[in-house]
């Protein structure tokens, strides 16, 4: 089945960075285009950035620009997010997705803070 394993959160100051990863397995990762969400406490999940299957379409939202960069290793299965200049309205759970599977993983949070 669909497994999605989120990690790299953590707790880091204004202007900080952080590296999230995310393990993927039960489907052919190859194939699928991947996204990061992030959902902040009493707020709908939003879409934060998206990549093709082969890294060759890549999507952010206007709140990252610039900031956060989505990368994929389909040999390890496993797609990234990397985070600089963080800021206080960054905290969120972020998770990914696979495209046109519902599948979730746990999430992994990121809190903003100084």
């Known amino acids: 089945q669909v497994q999605l394993v989120e990690s790299g959160g953590g707790s880091v100051q204004p202007g900080g960075s952080l590296r999230l990863s995310c393990a993927a397995s039960?489907?052919?990762?190859?194939?699928?285009?991947m996204s990061w969400y992030r959902q902040a406490p009493g707020k709908e999940r939003e879409l934060v950035a998206s990549?093709?299957?082969?890294?060759?379409?890549?999507n952010y939202a206007d709140s990252v620009k610039g900031r956060f960069t989505i990368s994929r290793d389909n040999a390890k299965n496993t797609v990234y997010l990397q985070m600089n200049s963080l800021k206080p309205e960054d905290t969120a759970v972020y998770y990914c997705k696979a495209r046109y599977f519902d599948n979730w993983g746990k999430g992994t949070l990121v809190t903003v803070s100084s």
């Open positions: 039960g489907f052919v990762f190859s194939g699928r285009a």
């Open positions: 990549i093709s299957s082969t890294s060759g379409s890549i």
